[in-house]
């Protein structure tokens, strides 16, 4: 089977740094990625990472070990508007499919 | 850009109906996902398909049926209601992609289905 966890909720001020961490166990792993979700809207993509180590797109960064079935998403210079789900997802365990973690609610405090 | 469009944003039925949930892409992609939404389980797939009439059950498919006639649609189908079936479905669509490459799912905004 396929799980995923990551914590849910964390809570930082803005202008500061945030880490969600994912570990999963999937079969078959391809690569994880990295979604955001507003309050009543479609999750959206973030980012993907096949192969291990850091990648950066503007603010928010991913990381992943796959020794360790670990990922984490960071997000620099918090904004109000990051405050929002988080969710990890794992490609594998047959073809295309992806499966998603339970999600990091991020709330982001003046 | 990808659009996904769900048919309902909000729907109620009654236990015992058979339910019909629609999915359009815009976007030619040949992957095709139902996922429900619930408050601390994340998001959980019900049924995918990679390609017309083909399907692949996900982790819960238990209550649920799909159907893929034509490549840009794809209908999810509740044969008989439940109220624990309550829940927000959402409808995502992605290019198919080998080994390590990745194609973003696009998601539609969502069917918040009530079952009574």
């Known amino acids: 089977g396929q799980s995923l966890e990551q914590p849910s909720e964390v809570t930082a001020v803005e202008g500061a740094i945030v880490q969600i961490n994912c570990t999963y166990q999937?079969?078959?792993?391809?690569?994880l990625s990295w979604y955001q979700q507003h309050d009543g809207g479609a999750p959206t993509f973030l980012s993907y990472n096949a192969l291990d180590g850091l990648e950066e797109t503007g603010r928010f960064s991913s990381f992943l070990s796959r020794s360790d079935s670990y990922g984490y998403l960071l997000l620099q210079e918090l904004q109000m508007k990051d405050s929002a789900s988080y969710f990890c997802a794992a490609k594998g365990g047959g073809g295309n499919k992806l499966t998603f973690g339970t999600g990091t609610q991020l709330k982001v405090e003046l | 850009d990808v659009k996904v469009t769900q048919s309902s944003r909000y729907l109620v039925k009654r236990t015992g109906e058979k339910v019909f949930l629609e999915c359009v892409q815009d976007?030619?992609?040949?992957?095709m996902f139902w996922y429900r939404q619930d408050p601390g389980l994340g998001l959980r797939l019900i049924y995918f398909?990679?390609?017309?009439?083909?399907?692949e059950k996900g982790d819960i498919p238990e209550g649920y049926s799909v159907s893929r006639e034509k490549k840009e649609r794809f209908s999810l189908i509740l044969e008989s209601a439940s109220t624990n079936q309550t829940s927000m479905y959402l409808c995502?669509?992605?290019?198919?992609?080998?080994?390590?490459?990745?194609?973003?799912?696009?998601f539609g905004n969502g069917t918040r289905l009530t079952v009574t």
């Open positions: 999937t079969s078959g792993f391809y690569g």
């Open positions: 995502a669509s992605s290019s198919i992609t080998l080994g390590l490459d990745n194609s973003p799912l696009h």
């Open positions: 398909s990679y390609d017309v009439k083909m399907k």
């Open positions: 976007m030619d992609h040949e992957n």
